[in-house]
């Protein structure tokens, strides 16, 4: 699955925990994206990155972060986790126009 | 929100039949692309057209799109039992490197 590798692959936790989720490619692409996927709205764009340490908002940004410290690498952090915040995560990444998804993460607020 | 719609929500047909399903988007885009999710898995790239195209075909995909509607379309023909999955549009907005999705179309193919 184009070198795409998320984790954890599942995570159940508590309201007001912090939360990191991880995304490692071994593609060398430049962008990296989070998603998040909900029944009814599609997925969403949460952040991306065009570069180490160049990241950017996308439409549901609030309660989170990310990170970039190496080009294969993008954390994205639930600062303090909420109910709202239980979905499913996707990474992808950019290679001749098109993207490329991990597998998913399916987190669980309680 | 840049958020795009797709029409229907959910579609049911018999194996054999053709499938069509449609995508409006919000903003002006570079392309537009066509995604597959299976249940449980990550969204696979089917197909992408560009502004200045109007129609482009893979094998039993036809994409059409109608950048003065902000409206695209995908049908697949003689849908078999496998094409059972969810069928997202995705475009780009032409400020950048982002990509923005529709709230994706749930098809079902009846053997």
């Known amino acids: 699955d184009a070198g795409i590798t998320q984790s954890p692959r599942h995570k159940v936790t508590e309201t007001g925990t912090p939360v990191t989720l991880r995304c490692h490619q071994t593609e060398n692409h430049r962008y990296m994206y989070w998603y998040r996927q909900d029944p009814g709205h599609g997925l969403r764009l949460i952040h991306y990155?065009?570069?180490?340490?160049?990241?950017d908002k996308g439409e549901v940004s609030d309660g989170y972060s990310v990170s970039r410290s190496k080009t294969e690498d993008f954390l994205l952090t639930l600062e303090s986790a909420t109910s709202s915040q239980t979905s499913v995560y996707f990474c992808a990444i950019t290679g001749n126009e098109k993207l490329f998804f991990g597998s998913g993460t399916q987190l669980s607020v309680l | 929100s840049q958020q795009g719609e797709e029409d229907p929500q959910a579609l049911s047909i018999q194996e054999g039949e053709n499938a069509t399903m449609n995508c409006s988007y919000k903003t002006s885009i570079n392309n537009l692309q066509w995604y597959r999710q299976n249940s449980g898995r990550g969204l696979v790239h089917l197909i992408l057209i560009r502004s200045n195209e109007r129609e482009k075909h893979s094998g039993r995909l036809r994409v059409t799109l109608d950048t003065s509607k902000k409206s695209s379309s995908l049908l697949i023909t003689a849908s078999r039992a496998a094409d059972t999955a969810s069928y997202f549009c995705a475009t780009d907005a032409r400020t950048g490197n982002q990509f923005y999705f529709g709230t994706g179309t749930s098809l079902t193919v009846i053997p």
């Open positions: 990155s065009y570069g180490v340490k160049d990241t």
